[in-house]
Structures are given as structure tokens and as C-alpha cells.
């Protein structure tokens, strides 16, 4: 059963236009919600995330949104750059003390 | 600071066998994550160590276990190597648990079976 999911495997977008990447969550008591950002051969690496508290979380060309009601997050890239094309993966966590995370989306940012 | 280092990088097994693999976490950080990854699948929690003790487990056989030292450090093993244990397994650690999740990853032991 999979608790977090980002049903889009990949995404296409152009330089200087907005990048969309969504996830969508099952488990309700889930207290915060993080995005990574993972290149080839590397770690992932923290970029964002958001408490169950708040619906907007903003940082520099990064801005997460969370609908608790519609158990969905998104995250917004703008302007995205070629620099930005790499795996997002969206993860959540809570009292169960590991991060959950989805399958990943990978982004492609054309010049 | 030095990031959280995993030894070996890549290595090459053979089914049946074993594999232990090694992670250093961030100086201060006690809490130790490890994830398997493989194409499509995403990252899939395998435990979680917090002095020395395991706190949490993930849905994987008992072939995969772990343990944490004195030191922070910790190592992960599989035995009984089956061609689907191929995957990329990412160790992660963070000062505390209960907070807002952040996770430093290391670069991952990518583990190939034959």
C-alpha cells in the first residue's frame, strides 16, 4: 500500500517556465512533508519542506503547497534551469519516525 | 563538516552470498537511516538506528538487518543475495527523529548481483 505517490514518472518543461511536481498522500496523521532533489550518482539532497500546520512554504525559486483536505502537495519551481533537471522526490513524515517517500519524478528543464 | 560517507561505493556479488555495507553519519548525528533504491520503485525504508538501538523497521525479509555502534556509525547486511537485492542503498542521518524530518543522505552503495 503506497502512502505516497507521484503518478507523474516524469516531466518536461522549458527553460524560464514554471515546473509543477506533484504528490498525493493517503495517510492524514502524516505531521510534515519534504521535497528531495537527487542527481545521478549522488545522494538525494533536502530542498524543501512544509509542516501539516501550514498551507505555503516559499524559498527563493522553491515554493511547496499543501491541501490537507485533498491530501495533496505540490511544489513549484520558477523560473525552473537547466540545473533544476534531476529526481524530485516528495517524502512525508510523522509519529512513525521514518520518511515515507514516493516513487519520484524526473524533471527535464530544455534550454 | 563532513557529509555522511558510505563504504564501498559499487560492488559486485554473486546469489547466496553476503554483503555488508558501511556508513559514517554527520559528527553529532545519532540517528541513522538506510533506504534501498531501485528503478521505479523509489526509496523504500529498510530501518532506522538511534543509540545503538533500532527503532524502526521497514517491510523487508529478514535477510536484510543492520546494526549502530557506540560511535554513531552503522552497517547494513544481506544474506542470501537474490539478483533483486541489485539496487542502490542509500544511508541517511539526522540529529534527532522527531523533528521535521531532514535527512543528509550519503551517495550510496550500489550493489550489483550476479
Known amino acids: 500500500d503506497q502512502q505516497v505517490k507521484q503518478n507523474s514518472p516524469s516531466l518536461s518543461v522549458q527553460e524560464g517556465r514554471i515546473s509543477i511536481l506533484n504528490c498525493d498522500y493517503t495517510n492524514s496523521m502524516f505531521d510534515y512533508f519534504l521535497w528531495y532533489k537527487k542527481y545521478p550518482a549522488e545522494g538525494p539532497t533536502f530542498l524543501i519542506s512544509?509542516?501539516?500546520?501550514?498551507d505555503k512554504n516559499e524559498d527563493g525559486r522553491f515554493t511547496v503547497f499543501l491541501n490537507k483536505s485533498a491530501k495533496h502537495l505540490s511544489l513549484h519551481i520558477v523560473p525552473s534551469q537547466p540545473g533544476d533537471s534531476a529526481v524530485y522526490f516528495c517524502?512525508?513524515?510523522?509519529?512513525?519516525?521514518?520518511?515515507?517517500f514516493g516513487k519520484g519524478t524526473k524533471l527535464s528543464v530544455k534550454p | 563538516k563532513a557529509g555522511v560517507t558510505q563504504t564501498p561505493r559499487y560492488l559486485i556479488k554473486t546469489r547466496g552470498q553476503q554483503v555488508t555495507l558501511s556508513c559514517s553519519p554527520i559528527s553529532g548525528h545519532r540517528s541513522v537511516s538506510w533506504y534501498q533504491q531501485t528503478p521505479g520503485q523509489g526509496l523504500q525504508f529498510l530501518f532506522e538506528y538511534f543509540s545503538e538501538t533500532q527503532r524502526n523497521k521497514g517491510n523487508f525479509p529478514g535477510r536484510f538487518s543492520g546494526r549502530q555502534f557506540s560511535n554513531s556509525r552503522s552497517e547494513m547486511n544481506v544474506s542470501t543475495l537474490e539478483l533483486g537485492d541489485s539496487a542502490l542503498y542509500l544511508c541517511?542521518?539526522?540529529?534527532?527523529?522527531?523533528?521535521?524530518?531532514?535527512?543528509?543522505f550519503g551517495e550510496g552503495s550500489r550493489l550489483t548481483v550476479l
Open positions: 541517511a542521518s539526522s540529529l534527532v527523529t522527531e523533528n521535521t524530518g531532514e535527512l543528509f
Open positions: 517524502a512525508a513524515g510523522g509519529s512513525q519516525g521514518n520518511l515515507i
Open positions: 512544509i509542516s501539516s500546520i501550514k
